[in-house]
């Protein structure tokens, strides 16, 4: 099926989709906050796919990384781990570095994931350390380069800054998008309060 667009980002949506236009079709696509963030509005981009069939929707995820979309596929085949929980688990660290935590089973850098209790992340470590191995890695493909290392780091700040912010009360797609807003004017940040700050200077409207 469809497994790699290559278009102009045509629409930005809440919470974290976007609308690809290419040879006159539109593909709505739903992606990971870094994916997203990575987007720029009537500029080109290339997305890997996954075709997402479902008894009452039929829905496209994508992905800036392929390494990305070949975790996602391996998640959603758990028991329990929706589409929406894969989400938020790449949301918050990279392929890389997710591959890295179930090798150390690190069980409580999956328990500061949004929506994944001690528990879960027991099942899950014990789950992934199998799974991942069906992916081929001998290209040095989850090496942690340093490019990778940044990526990760601050996929690990976007999801604090989304967690802490939905504990102050504002919606899930609000905070989403002020995260997004306060990294498109091109600052770099280093730590999570340094997000948080300029988020919450876009949602005050300052």
């Given at each position: 099926?469809?497994?790699l667009i290559?278009?102009?980002?045509?629409?930005?949506?809440?919470p974290?989709?976007?609308i690809?236009?290419?040879?006159?079709?539109g593909?709505?696509i739903e992606l990971p906050?870094p994916?997203?963030c990575?987007?720029?509005?009537?500029?080109?981009?290339?997305?890997?796919?996954?075709f997402?069939?479902?008894e009452?929707?039929?829905?496209?995820?994508?992905?800036?990384?392929?390494?990305?979309?070949?975790v996602?596929?391996q998640?959603?085949?758990?028991?329990?781990?929706?589409a929406?929980m894969a989400?938020?688990?790449?949301?918050?660290?990279?392929a890389a570095?997710?591959?890295?935590?179930?090798?150390?089973e690190?069980?409580t850098?999956?328990?500061?994931?949004?929506?994944?209790?001690?528990?879960?992340?027991?099942?899950?470590?014990?789950?992934?350390?199998?799974?991942?191995?069906n992916i081929?890695?001998d290209?040095g493909?989850?090496?942690l380069?340093?490019?990778?290392t940044?990526?990760?780091?601050?996929?690990?700040i976007?999801?604090?800054?989304e967690?802490a912010?939905i504990?102050l009360?504002?919606?899930?797609k609000?905070?989403q998008?002020?995260i997004?807003?306060?990294?498109?004017?091109g600052d770099?940040f280093a730590d999570?309060?340094?997000?948080?700050?300029?988020?919450?200077?876009?949602?005050?409207?300052?």
């Amino acid at each position: 099926m469809i497994g790699l667009i290559t278009g102009q980002v045509q629409y930005l949506m809440a919470p974290t989709a976007c609308i690809i236009t290419t040879s006159g079709v539109g593909y709505d696509i739903e992606l990971p906050l870094p994916s997203f963030c990575q987007l720029q509005l009537n500029e080109q981009a290339s997305i890997w796919t996954h075709f997402h069939v479902r008894e009452d929707a039929q829905l496209l995820y994508g992905f800036i990384d392929r390494k990305e979309r070949d975790v996602f596929r391996q998640l959603i085949k758990i028991n329990g781990v929706g589409a929406k929980m894969a989400l938020a688990m790449l949301s918050a660290m990279s392929a890389a570095e997710l591959k890295m935590h179930v090798e150390q089973e690190s069980e409580t850098a999956l328990t500061r994931i949004p929506g994944i209790g001690k528990k879960t992340a027991q099942r899950l470590l014990i789950e992934l350390k199998d799974k991942l191995k069906n992916i081929d890695v001998d290209n040095g493909a989850f090496e942690l380069t340093p490019q990778e290392t940044t990526i990760s780091h601050e996929g690990s700040i976007i999801a604090e800054v989304e967690g802490a912010l939905i504990s102050l009360g504002y919606k899930e797609k609000e905070a989403q998008l002020a995260i997004k807003a306060a990294k498109s004017k091109g600052d770099t940040f280093a730590d999570t309060q340094g997000l948080l700050k300029a988020t919450l200077q876009q949602l005050s409207g300052f």
